[in-house]
């Protein structure tokens, strides 16, 4: 059974710093597509940070230059470090795992979800 579990989210004030976690299990997890997506009251989920099995990452235009995407494959553990916080990153940050195409990722069909943690930013 696969599961991906997510931590650390929270309420902090605009400037501020949080470090998400996604405790993965049942998945070889340095054979999969990593990402963070996040989802906004009224809004659509979108591609915040992904990580590909080799590590390379990439970024959101909205979030690049604030928040570094890593993983342990030790621990299977992605985590997103996310500093200089502002009010509209307030949303339910969601953990994705997707198997690659090749050696590529796509992150478009993903195959596993966490249930995902809030993270609140107050002005």
């Known amino acids: 059974q696969v599961q991906l579990v997510e931590s650390g989210g929270g309420s902090v004030q605009a400037g501020g710093s949080l470090r998400l976690s996604c405790a993965a299990s049942g998945i070889t997890f340095n054979r999969y597509c990593m990402a963070w997506f996040r989802q906004a009251p009224d809004k659509e989920r979108e591609l915040v940070a992904r990580i590909a099995t080799k590590g390379n990452t990439g970024y959101a235009e909205s979030v690049k230059g604030r928040f570094t995407a890593s993983k342990d494959n030790a621990k299977n553990i992605l985590y997103l470090q996310m500093d200089s916080l502002k009010p509209e990153d307030t949303a339910m940050y969601y953990c994705?795992?997707?198997?690659?195409?090749?050696?590529?990722?796509?992150?478009?069909?993903?195959?596993?979800w966490g249930q995902g943690t809030q993270v609140t930013v107050s002005s």
């Open positions: 994705a795992a997707d198997a690659p195409s090749g050696p590529w990722c796509f992150y478009r069909n993903i195959d596993f």
